[in-house]
């Protein structure tokens, strides 16, 4: 059974940093694509982050609003996303999810979330 498990959120500061884990079982997560994705209260799901692991070192893709101070790593089964210099406006419930398909927009595995709140 596959199944991704974010864990490590909670309520920061303005320019704090945290860091996200998403454990996968089920599935070796080294050979799917792997999204971060967030979503605020009242607002659509958007894309923050993808990756993808090769042999000859991978694929990643940042949205704009968070490139530069989010980082996507992965070590054996889970996946992290670093995230420095939080803003309020990274307030959201974070999902991790997985894909056997790269590139891709739509992901097959999907984690229940984890709530980040960045207060100013």
Not at 54 to 72: E, L, N, Q
Not at 84 to 93: C, G, I, N, W
Request: charged share 20%; aromatic share 12%; hydrophobic share 40%.
């Amino acid at each position: 059974q596959v199944q991704l498990v974010e864990s490590g959120g909670g309520t920061v500061q303005a320019g704090d940093s945290l860091k996200l884990s998403c454990a996968a079982s089920g599935m070796v997560l080294s050979m799917f694509a792997v999204g971060w994705f967030r979503q605020a209260p009242g607002k659509a799901r958007e894309f923050v982050a993808a990756v993808k692991w090769s042999s000859g070192g991978g694929f990643t893709d940042y949205a704009d609003s968070v490139k530069g101070r989010f980082t996507v790593d992965r070590d054996k089964n889970i996946v992290f996303l670093q995230m420095k210099s939080l803003q309020p406006e990274d307030t959201a419930v974070y999902y991790c999810a997985a894909d056997s398909r790269w590139p891709t927009t739509t992901y097959q595995f999907w984690g229940q979330g984890t709530q980040v709140t960045v207060s100013s």
